[in-house]
């Protein structure tokens, strides 16, 4: 499955994006989709997943702050992000897995290019 990122920008705290996750390719609904991000310096990590069936699982960072959604139909996923700061600035990829450890990076097979996310204080 091929995956691209978009939606990435400069906004400033407390400010709202929306990122979006195309796919293409293999049955896309069979796939857990994630989010991770990368910060300059520092690992990737997880932000969040979402099941085949819509089970969503949120790093405690982005928890009530980030949702994340899919649609089967259109093969895209997307992470809605509100009340943003400047923590969250990073890389954000969109991954997707048959795996069900879903917070690990290492179990995602299908990786899109990356969007930049900057939030500014």
């Known amino acids: 499955v091929q995956l691209q990122a978009s939606g990435g920008g400069l906004v400033q705290a407390g400010g709202s994006l929306r990122l979006s996750c195309a796919a293409s390719?293999?049955?896309?609904?069979?796939?857990?989709m994630g989010w991770f991000r990368q910060a300059p310096g520092k690992e990737r990590e997880f932000v969040a997943a979402?099941?085949?069936?819509?089970?969503?699982y949120y790093a405690d960072s982005v928890k009530g702050r980030f949702t994340i959604s899919r649609d089967n139909a259109k093969n895209t996923a997307g992470l809605q992000m509100t009340n943003l700061k400047p923590e969250d600035t990073a890389v954000y990829y969109c991954a997707a897995t048959l795996d069900l450890l879903v917070a690990s990076a290492s179990t995602y097979n299908y990786w899109g290019q990356g969007t930049q996310v900057t939030v500014s204080s």
């Open positions: 979402i099941s085949r069936f819509g089970q969503t």
């Open positions: 390719g293999r049955t896309f609904s069979s796939y857990i």
